[in-house]
Nanobody, 123 residues
Framework: QVELVESGGALVPPGGSLRLSCEASERTFSTSAMGWWRQAPGKEREFVAAISRTTGIESYADSVKGRFTISKDNGKNTAYLQMNRLVPTDTAVYYC????????????????WGQGTQVTVSS
């Protein structure tokens, strides 16, 4: 059973905006904190954003703070990543992640991963 399915990746110019979506299975969404990681070409995967299942508290990597916003719609079992003021260094495969251990686990090493969606920032 596929638990996380991302969508919304695209080619966008520098300064542009994009919203990624992650549809989760009901079981995963109802029991897990959600988040996003990314992997740029030739680099290791890195944490981007997390949102608590219970409190809705958001956490961000310093590199995206103030530009990206994570949110979720409990009625649709879907998490989102709104990305504004994109720069070329945001180019990466973006992965939706989840973990029953809460935001701490999402930030430090989530257990469940989606297949990824490509975001390319280029003119």
């Amino acid at each position: 059973q596929v638990e996380l399915v991302e969508s919304g990746g695209a080619l966008v110019p520098p300064g542009g905006s994009l919203r990624l979506s992650c549809e989760a299975s009901e079981r995963t969404f109802s029991t897990s904190a959600m988040g996003w990681w990314r992997q740029a070409p030739g680099k290791e995967r890195e944490f981007v954003a997390a949102i608590s299942r219970t409190t809705g508290i958001e956490s961000y990597a310093d590199s995206v703070k103030g530009r990206f916003t994570i949110s979720k719609d409990n009625g649709k079992n879907t998490a989102y990543l709104q990305m504004n003021r994109l720069v070329p260094t945001d180019t990466a495969v973006y992965y939706c992640v989840a973990d029953r251990g809460g935001s701490y686990a999402v930030i430090n090493g989530p257990s469940t991963w989606g297949q990824g969606t490509q975001v390319t920032v280029s003119s």
